[in-house]
């Protein structure tokens, strides 16, 4: 019973360092989500894939990229990481967006100094 | 203006009252709507979606108002455990873009 599983659980980075978190689900969901929580502002939508092959925009894409490696993996990648950008990451999946609620991973807790 | 508003709270509640939650959201083509609960420092976890007939599963019940644009989660005989963040999310007119409130969130004390 994996469900989503993300990689890392957490990290520290410097200011300028790269990175990409991971993000798998194995229920063989089509859509899947990157989310980004503050405290007091609520889960953002970073990024997300309706299916394989695609990826839009969610609302905060500023600094981020993504790739839809296959059905299974869907990758979060900071290019040159910034302080505003410490925030607990979660990654989501649904079967078929829409109506369909969504599964989310553990969370991957990530500081940037 | 924030598509989806919740009341932070916290709702300090003791066991065995009955507490409930509103959310109001913008768009008014949304069209499904859930709750989720989170407990501290974990993953969102779905409690229950919202029809428009409104549904009931067990001591939650929750309701749509679409005239007025705001959801209800009602808890009855609250316990311990159900001490928690409760999200409202909102889909949006795309497909795939959900809204989350920032979480209600509700303590209930012995």
């Known amino acids: 019973n994996a469900g989503v599983t993300q990689t890392p659980k957490f990290q520290v980075l410097k200011t300028g360092q790269s990175m990409t978190l991971q993000c798998a689900q194995d229920?063989?969901?089509?859509?899947m989500y990157w989310y980004r929580q503050d405290p007091g502002m609520g889960l953002r939508l970073i990024y997300y894939?309706?299916?394989?092959?695609?990826?839009d925009k969610g609302e905060v894409p500023n600094g981020y990229n993504v790739s839809r490696l296959n059905k299974r993996e869907f990758s979060l990648r900071l290019e040159s990481a910034a302080p505003s950008q410490t925030s607990v990451y979660f990654c989501?999946?649904?079967?078929?967006?829409?109506?369909?609620?969504?599964?989310f991973g553990d969370g991957t807790r990530l500081s940037i100094l | 203006r924030k598509e989806v508003e919740q009341d932070p709270g916290p709702f300090n509640v003791p066991e065995g009252a009955t507490v409930a939650f509103n959310c109001t959201y913008s768009?008014?083509?949304?069209?499904?709507f859930f709750w989720y609960r989170q407990d501290c420092r974990k993953e969102p976890k779905l409690l229950m979606s919202?029809?428009?007939s409104g549904n009931e599963d067990g001591r939650f019940t929750a309701q749509l108002n679409r005239a007025s644009q705001y959801i209800s989660l009602l808890i009855r005989d609250s316990k311990l455990s159900d001490s928690a963040t409760y999200l409202c999310?909102?889909?949006?007119?795309?497909?795939?873009?959900?809204?989350f409130g920032s979480g209600t969130k509700l303590n209930v004390k012995p």
């Open positions: 989501a999946s649904s079967l078929d967006g829409g109506n369909q609620p969504q599964h």
């Open positions: 229920m063989n969901h089509n859509s």
């Open positions: 894939s309706a299916s394989e092959g695609t990826t």
């Open positions: 768009n008014s083509a949304s069209q499904s």
């Open positions: 919202v029809y428009s």
């Open positions: 999310v909102v889909l949006g007119d795309n497909f795939n873009k959900f809204y």
